[in-house]
Every structure is written in structure tokens, then in C-alpha cells.
């Protein structure tokens, strides 16, 4: 299960409350592969991410598809058509690239930069 908060820097206010950064979230071209289905009112983005990517944690790959303008919100309109993403790993793999802080390793070597997270399976 994939934690899209794990690459969200995290901010401490000086009360002592900690609060996330700003997420960016990357495009999601259209593809041939997309599918299509036409939503009911008990539908919502986290089960259509279980159905289709066997992932709820991976809702807001849908919701973000749709241009959803409420992305606070967990449900499709009612009787509209939403667009599945079957390609979920290219938008997961860019949004970890737009919001991983990690601090990128030098090797002396040959003066390559690379990030710690590279390689990590996504």
C-alpha cells in the first residue's frame, strides 16, 4: 500500500504543531488504455481504486484524472463518466519525482548526483 504522504515534507509550527506541505500533484495524460465508467451515488474514488488498482491509498490518481474541482471530496458526481488511469504506476512514479525532499547524495567518484530513493521499486 503506497503512502502518498511519505514524500511530503512536513513543517513544524513554532506552537509545536506539525503540518504538511503543499503537494503537488502531477498531469495525467489521457491514454488509449483508460477506461471509462459511469458513476453512481454510492461510488467514490478510494473504492474505485481498490477495484482497479487494488490500492484505496491511490484514489486521488482518479480523482486528479477527472480534474475533480473539489479534491477534498471522496465522491464522482452522481451519472457522470469517470476516467480510470490504467497506467497508475507513471503518475505515482511523478509524484514521488515533484514531491520527494530527499536530500540528493553526491558521489565523488564521478560527480553523478542520485537520489536515495532511486531504484526503490516504484
Known amino acids: 500500500m503506497a503512502n502518498r504522504y511519505k514524500y511530503v515534507t512536513v ?5 509545536g504543531k506539525r503540518i504538511y506541505n503543499t503537494t503537488l500533484y502531477p498531469k495525467i ?4 488504455d483508460d477506461l ?3 458513476c453512481n451515488s454510492t461510488d467514490r ?3 474505485l481504486a481498490q477495484v482497479y488498482y487494488n490500492d484505496p491509498q491511490l484514489w ?3 480523482s ?10 471522496l465522491f464522482p458526481p452522481t451519472g457522470s463518466y469517470v476516467r480510470i488511469p490504467q497506467n497508475y504506476l507513471g ?17 565523488n ?3 553523478n548526483s542520485t537520489s536515495p530513493s532511486a531504484g526503490s521499486g516504484y
Open 109 to 111: 567518484n564521478n560527480d
Open 64 to 73: 486528479t484524472a477527472n480534474d475533480a474541482s473539489s479534491n477534498d471530496s
Open 60 to 62: 486521488w490518481i482518479i
Open 45 to 47: 474514488y478510494d473504492k
Open 29 to 32: 495524460p489521457l491514454s488509449n
Open 11 to 15: 513543517s513544524k509550527l513554532s506552537s
Open 91 to 107: 503518475p505515482l512514479r511523478e509524484y514521488i519525482r515533484l514531491n520527494d525532499t530527499s536530500p540528493t547524495m553526491v558521489d
Open 36 to 38: 471509462y465508467i459511469l
